[in-house]
T-cell receptor
Framework: DGGITQSPKYLFRKEGQNVTLSCEQN?????MYWYRQDPGQGLRLIYY???????QKGDIAEGYSVSREKKESFPLTVTSAQKNPTAFYLC???????????FGDGTRLSIL | AQSVAQPEDQVNVAEGNPLTVKCTYS??????LFWYVQYPNRGLQFLLK??????LVKGSYGFEAEFNKSQTSFHLKKPSALVSDSALYFC?????????????FGTGTRLKVLA
């Protein structure tokens, strides 16, 4: 079955630590996205990538970094510069402009 | 600025009654419009989309949505609500004139169907 896999499901970060969230898709989609979801704030775009080796900042990119070395993979690193990282992180992909996004089941990040 | 508004944080409806979840948008050009549903601790699931053509769009689980260009609205409807429809619903738009793959999401509406 095709889909998007996010791992881990739960992640804990210590003070000053960088952590990396994994996102893999086998849908052969060109575009991939990272969103942050906080209660009552909907989805906020962190980064997106339309093609391999290229990505753009979204609305809240500060304190985050990404890479897109393969079409299937779009990992997100939450750096120590992100002072309030506790949130639910969603990865998505899409094939073309008039098609819906497909979402993973998220990673919940908390501070230890 | 391009935006999507879901004016109600929560909608309560009795089981068996019709439900409506509202969405309005402000984008340049013709929009591609989407509805998604989210259950607790899960990702978003696609329900339906409007690209072009008939203003009434039918989707998954008995949901439908009506596109109204003059009112720039895309309200989600269902003739008879089920308790299992209780979830968080998101409206999203993608401007057709945009050169990017970026989607704009509303803040979500929590639907509670009461038995």
């Amino acid at each position: 079955d095709g889909g998007i896999t996010q791992s881990p499901k739960y992640l804990f970060r210590k003070e000053g630590q960088n952590v990396t969230l994994s996102c893999e898709q086998n849908l052969n989609h060109d575009a991939m996205y990272w969103y942050r979801q906080d209660p009552g704030q909907g989805l906020r775009l962190i980064y997106y990538s339309q093609i391999v080796n290229d990505f753009q900042k979204g609305d809240i990119a500060e304190g985050y970094s990404v890479s897109r070395e393969k079409k299937e993979s779009f990992p997100l690193t939450v750096t120590s510069a992100q002072k309030n990282p506790t949130a639910f992180y969603l990865c998505a992909s899409s094939p073309w402009m008039n098609q819906p996004q497909h979402f993973g089941d998220g990673t919940r990040l908390s501070i230890l | 600025a391009q935006s999507v508004a879901q004016p109600e944080d929560q909608v309560n409806v009795a089981e068996g009654n019709p439900l409506t979840v509202k969405c309005t948008y402000s984008v340049s050009g013709n929009p591609y419009l989407f509805w998604y549903v989210q259950y607790p601790n899960r990702g978003l699931q696609f329900l339906l989309k409007y690209i072009t053509g008939d203003n009434l769009v039918k989707g998954s689980y008995g949901f439908e949505a009506e596109f109204n260009k003059s009112q720039t609205s895309f309200h989600l409807k269902k003739p008879s609500a089920l308790v299992s429809d209780s979830a968080l619903y998101f409206c999203a738009v993608r401007p057709s004139t945009s050169g990017t793959y970026k989607y704009i999401f509303g803040t979500g509406t929590r639907l509670k169907v009461l038995a």
